[in-house]
């Protein structure tokens, strides 16, 4: 594979979602009607669970994104081909919708947008198939191991979760980093001779997630 093929896939996705996203932006009723929306998808319109992934608020959110895609894409498709990258990314969306609508499901009012689920799942696989990668963080001048911020990410979702921090789908980040931890290891379970000390400690934050909401201590 070469990397005509790495960025014809990549561009195809940033396409379509800044194509759904303009829609979106100039035509309201357009927008309303492919948003991820409880009351909506619980009446039986199921196809919010994935066009609501191609919609965003504004330039800004869309921007970062497929900035955020773009960046990660090519660390998933060097090493699992173009094909499973699109299963992890759409994987990663279904995913962290479902996720939201079963903590949501009886806020029929709840609404969401974005491809921030399947854009973190694709960060996710990035990081499970390169755990020493290092990030660079904006505000933090020196490298962060790829498994720390995965780590730290995760709990920070789980913290705005449990806060209801800003408007922003901490859930469906979560669930799209799950999607993606999930699917990467099925399509490379050698990564479980390798690199089980990463695999047990990206682990960690799903974990306390499913105990803090069994124990009801998740809201």
Same mark, same amino acid.
Not at 82 to 89: A, K
């Given at each position: 594979?070469?990397?005509?093929?790495?960025?014809?896939?990549?561009?195809?996705?940033?396409?379509?979602?800044?194509?759904?996203?303009?829609?979106?932006?100039?035509?309201?009723?357009?927008?309303?009607?492919?948003?991820?929306?409880?009351?909506?998808?619980?009446?039986?319109?199921?196809?919010?669970?994935?066009?609501?992934?191609?919609?965003?608020?504004?330039?800004?959110?869309?921007?970062?994104?497929?900035?955020?895609?773009?960046?990660?894409?090519?660390?998933?498709?060097?090493?699992?081909?173009?094909?499973?990258?699109?299963?992890?990314?759409?994987?990663?969306?279904?995913?962290?919708?479902?996720?939201?609508?079963?903590?949501?499901?009886?806020?029929?009012?709840?609404?969401?947008?974005?491809? #921030?689920?399947?854009? &973190?799942?694709?960060? @996710?696989?990035?990081? $499970?198939?390169? /755990?020493?990668?290092? *990030?660079?963080?904006?505000?933090?001048?020196?490298?962060?191991?790829?498994?720390?911020?995965?780590?730290?990410?995760?709990?920070?979702?789980?913290?705005?979760?449990?806060?209801?921090?800003?408007?922003?789908?901490?859930?469906?980040?979560?669930?799209?980093?799950?999607?993606?931890?999930?699917?990467?290891?099925?399509?490379?379970? #050698?990564?479980?001779? &390798?690199?089980?000390? @990463?695999?047990?400690? $990206?682990?960690? /934050?799903?974990?306390? *997630?499913?105990?803090?909401?069994?124990?009801?201590?998740?809201?």
């Amino acid at each position: 594979m070469d990397n005509l093929d790495i960025s014809i896939v990549t561009i195809v996705i940033i396409v379509a979602n800044v194509i759904m996203s303009f829609k979106g932006f100039d035509n309201r009723g357009f927008f309303e009607k492919f948003k991820f929306n409880v009351g909506s998808i619980r009446r039986g319109e199921q196809i919010r669970m994935l066009s609501s992934g191609f919609l965003h608020a504004d330039v800004t959110h869309l921007l970062f994104n497929m900035f955020t895609l773009y960046f990660f894409a090519d660390a998933v498709i060097l090493k699992l081909g173009s094909f499973n990258f699109v299963i992890i990314y759409f994987a990663s969306l279904i995913f962290g919708n479902l996720l939201s609508l079963y903590f949501h499901k009886d806020d029929y009012w709840y609404s969401a947008i974005g491809a #921030s689920g399947a854009v &973190t799942g694709i960060l @996710y696989a990035a990081i $499970l198939l390169n /755990p020493g990668m290092s *990030l660079y963080m904006f505000f933090i001048p020196i490298p962060i191991p790829g498994y720390v911020f995965g780590i730290g990410y995760l709990l920070y979702s789980i913290y705005g979760m449990k806060k209801q921090i800003g408007n922003i789908g901490h859930d469906a980040h979560f669930g799209g980093a799950v999607g993606g931890y999930v699917v990467t290891l099925i399509m490379t379970p #050698s990564l479980f001779k &390798t690199d089980l000390g @990463y695999i047990g400690l $990206l682990a960690i /934050p799903i974990i306390i *997630l499913f105990v803090l909401y069994k124990t009801g201590k998740l809201k």
